[in-house]
């Protein structure tokens, strides 16, 4: 091997370099995109599902929800005294 071979081989390996850390930056910048799109769906799904927020934003429950906010809570209670070896 000559010193032009040495110095060929050593550029092309600083451009190859270059170009795998060109390629996984922007990689990592779109898988970071997605994330964040996949957040900003998630945020909306579960703004969505909040019991009584409506078009206006008023808080308004409905009895049905209240009534099973209410059955959960006692689910819960139950639950709980089970666990603390209380008798009901």
């Not at 998630?42 to 703004?47: E, K, N, S």
């Not at 009895?63 to 666990?83: G, H, M, P, Q, W």
């Amino acid at each position: 091997m000559t010193d032009l071979s040495i110095v060929q081989y050593g550029a092309m390996a600083l451009i190859m370099t270059g170009w795998i850390a060109i390629l996984a930056y922007a990689g990592l910048k779109g898988w970071n995109g997605w994330l964040a799109l996949k957040r900003a769906e998630l945020d909306l799904v579960a703004g969505q599902r909040e019991p009584g927020v409506r078009d206006g934003g008023a808080s308004t429950v409905s009895a049905a929800t209240r009534i099973d906010v209410a059955d959960l809570k006692e689910r819960i209670r139950k639950l709980e005294a089970i666990a603390a070896g209380i008798d009901l």
